[in-house]
């Protein structure tokens, strides 16, 4: 686990970044940061971002929760499955995922071989103060999100935990998430 050292200057960074040549792939539960937090490290690290639910929206041309409403949550993950295998075949430099990503056995798979995984962890308050903000999490509406984010931790955590690094994510500014993030898989390189 990272405690917080002295803020890595650029050129720290830029040594770190250029050891990382598989995609960073970013996994945890919804509202952990995967997206604002990603998109401030493919920015420190000079990477390229791509969002894996966003990239599922463009090509199924629907919202998550209109995908989840007309066609069901298999043929969501189903679709999550083969656009995380495309993006890390075209290899972007970080990729956010949805909560459940991770959770599929042949996307952990291949994100354990082709990627490295970084895990997000935070506490649960937090996440529900997060996901609060926004009504757009159809997993999050069927009963009370308190509840279900809790269930979901418990549940998802063990497998969340196959990822080689793990961090807690504080409420301070992405960029000291994203440089904690670096700082872990420099040591785990
Ligand atoms: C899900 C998380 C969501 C989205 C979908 C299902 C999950 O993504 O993929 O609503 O199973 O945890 P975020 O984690 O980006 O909210």
Not at 76 to 93: M, P
């Amino acid at each position: 686990m990272d405690t917080h050292s002295e803020p890595l200057d650029n050129p720290q960074i830029a040594a770190i970044a250029r050891r990382i040549t598989r995609p960073i792939v970013l996994v945890g539960l919804m509202g952990v940061g995967k997206s604002t937090v990603g998109r401030k490290l493919a920015e420190l690290s000079q990477r390229s971002f791509i969002d894996a639910d966003t990239a599922i929206e463009e090509a199924a041309q629907l919202s998550v929760a209109e995908i989840f409403e007309k066609h069901g949550e298999a043929v969501f993950r189903d679709g999550e499955r083969r656009v995380i295998a495309r993006l890390i075949e075209e290899g972007h430099g970080v990729i956010a995922t949805g909560g459940g990503a991770f959770v599929d056995p042949e996307t952990r798979a291949l994100i354990l071989e082709k990627a490295i995984g970084v895990w997000i962890d935070c506490d649960i308050e937090t996440l529900v103060e997060r996901t609060s903000r926004r009504n757009t999490r159809p997993l999050l509406k069927q009963g009370d999100p308190a509840e279900i984010l809790t269930r979901l931790h418990t549940e998802r955590a063990p497998l969340y935990g196959e990822a080689p690094v793990r961090i807690v994510s504080k409420n301070g500014p992405h960029a000291e998430t994203a440089t904690m993030i670096l700082e872990a898989i420099d040591r785990w390189l």
